[in-house]
C-alpha cells in the first residue's frame, strides 16, 4: 500500500480545503443566525442552498460515488481524505456536496440494484440535488441490530405491495425536500433462510398511509441540517411491485452491500471531527490562562493534545487500509477491518472531543463553540450502522474460527 495521495486526491483536497476555509466555515454561524427566523426548524437555511451551488460549480459533487456514470469515480482510497475534511463541519460540508447520508446510501443502493425507471424517478433527482430521501430499517420493538429481527410486513396483493410496520430515528424523513424511502422489510417472514426474508421497496413519502408520528432527538439535537430523525408508521401503504428494488428475498444482502461504504464514510468523517476538536484544544490552550500559566503549559493539557495525535494518526492509518482493501480485494475481503474501524473510530472520537469539551469548561457544552454536538455526533455513531458489540462479537467469531477448526 503506498501512503502517498494521487495526484487527483491532492487536487481535490486542495480545492475543497479552499472551499471549506473560504466557504463552509464562514457559513456555519450564518446557518444558524438563517435558522432562527424560519418558519419550520426542519426549513433549509438560504446558505445551505448557497453552499451546494458553489460546491457544484467548483466540480465538488457527488465525489462519494465511485460509479463515473453517476459520481466522481473515485476509488475508497481517494475519497477517504475528502470524506475526512468534510468532517470538520459535519452538518453543512457533506451537505454542501450532496454527500451527506442518508442520500448517499439509498444513491447507491439504486445505482447498483435499481431498475431502469427507478433511477430515472429517483437517483436522477437525488443526483442533481433536487431531493432528499430516508432509509427506513430501524425499529423501536425489536432488536433491529440484528435485521433478521426485522418485523415491518411488505406483502404482495396483485400488483401491489402493501407495507404495514413501525420504524424510527429514520434519516431526513422530516427534511422538506424528502421525496421517498427506502423500506425494508419482510415479504416471507416463515422462510427457512432467515437472511432471505426480507425485501426493500421505495415509498414515495406523500403515498397515503405514510405517517411521520414525530421527530427524535438525538442527545437533545434535532439533526436539522439533514432532516432529522422521524418515527415512521407505515399503514396498509400501497406501492407498486414495480417499486421492489432487486429481488425479494434480496434485502437483506442489499442493506450489507449498503452499510459497508457507508461506514467507511462515517469513519472518515469522524476523524475530521476529531481534527477540529484538537484544533480547537491547542487555540483554546494558547488562549486561556489558569493558575499563572497558560493552558498550553499545563502538564495534564498537553498530555490530552499528544494522545488525541496519536489516535488520530493510528485510526487514518487502518481507513486508509480499509479503504484500499475495499478497493482491491472488495467488501467482504475488507469486512474485518471495515468492523474493526467502526469499532475503534467513535469510540476514540467519543474520548477527544470529550477532552476538548473539558479544556473549553462551560464554553465546551455551550451553542458557541460546535463541541456539544460533535460529540453526541460520535456518541450516537457508536449505535449506527450495527452496535459495537455486534461488530465485537463477528470480529471475535472470525477470529477464533481457525483456532477452532485446528
Known sequence: MDFAFDARTEELRARLLAFMDAHVYPAERVAEEQR????????????????KAEARRQGLWNLFLPDEEYGAGLTNLQYAPLAEITGRSPQLAPTALNCSA??????????????????????EPLLAGEIRSAFAMTEPEVASSDA?????RIDRDGDTYVVNGRKWYISGALHPDCRVFIVMGKTDPDGPDIRRQQSMVLVPRDTPGVEIRRPMRVYGYEDHYHGGHAEVVFHDVRVPVANLIGEEGGGFAIAQARLGPGRIHHCMRLIGMAERAVELMCRRAVSRTAFGKPLAAQGQVQAWIAD???????????????????????????HTEIQAI???????????????????????????????ELW??????????????????????REIRAYARG
Open 36 to 51: 432562527a427566523e424560519l418558519a419550520s426548524p426542519w426549513d433549509v437555511p438560504p446558505v445551505v442552498e448557497e453552499l
Open 102 to 123: 442518508p442520500d448517499t446510501g439509498n444513491m447507491e443502493v439504486l445505482a447498483a440494484f435499481g431498475s431502469d425507471e427507478q433511477r430515472k424517478q429517483w437517483l
Open 148 to 152: 433478521t429481527n426485522i418485523e415491518t
Open 308 to 334: 488525541a495525535r496519536v489516535a488520530i494518526e493510528q485510526l487514518r492509518l487502518l481507513v486508509l487500509k480499509t479503504a484500499w482493501l475495499m478497493d482491491t480485494v472488495g467488501n467482504k475481503g475488507a
Open 342 to 372: 467502526k469499532i475503534a473510530t467513535p469510540r476514540t472520537v467519543v474520548d477527544i472531543v470529550d477532552r476538548a469539551v473539558q479544556l473549553h469548561g462551560a464554553a465546551g457544552v455551550s451553542q458557541d463553540f460546535p463541541l456539544a
Open 376 to 397: 453526541a455526533a460520535a456518541r450516537t455513531l457508536r449505535l449506527a450502522d450495527g452496535p459495537d458489540e455486534v461488530h465485537q462479537r463477528s470480529l471475535a467469531r
